[in-house]
């Protein structure tokens, strides 16, 4: 049974940075695509970031590229998501997303939530001023 569990949310002042990280269990981690999402209320669960089963291949939405970087640690089971210069629009709930890689994937095949057939449960990051 696939697993996702999201650690380091919190309250940062603007400006500020946070480091979240994903634990997998019940995968076979390394052959596996993970993205982030984010679902700020009232509004739909959006992209943030992706990474390839093999970090060949990394995706940002536009708003976190430059700020937010994606990395990921086979050994270990974990993918991170280091987010500074943090904004108010970054206020959300966070959440990992795990699909097995596919060799036919599109770049736009990770933007899509409809890909991931696991997730966390969420960390909720709020910025404050």
């Known amino acids: 049974q696939v697993q996702l569990a999201e650690s380091g949310g919190g309250l940062v002042q603007l400006g500020g940075s946070l480091k979240l990280a994903c634990a997998a269990s019940?995968?076979?981690?390394?052959?596996?695509?993970m993205g982030w999402f984010r679902q700020a209320p009232g509004k739909e669960r959006e992209f943030v970031s992706a990474i390839s089963s093999t970090a060949d291949r990394i995706y940002y939405t536009p708003s976190v590229k430059g700020r937010f970087t994606i990395s990921r640690d086979n050994t270990k089971n974990m993918v991170y998501l280091q987010m500074n210069d943090l904004k108010f629009e970054d206020s959300a709930d966070y959440y990992c997303?795990?699909?097995?890689?596919?060799?036919?994937?599109?770049?736009?095949?990770?933007?899509?939530?409809?890909?991931?057939?696991?997730w966390g449960q969420g960390t909720l990051v709020t910025v404050s001023s």
């Open positions: 019940g995968v076979t981690f390394s052959s596996y695509a």
């Open positions: 997303a795990a699909q097995p890689q596919s060799q036919y994937a599109s770049p736009g095949t990770y933007y899509s939530k409809n890909y991931y057939d696991h």
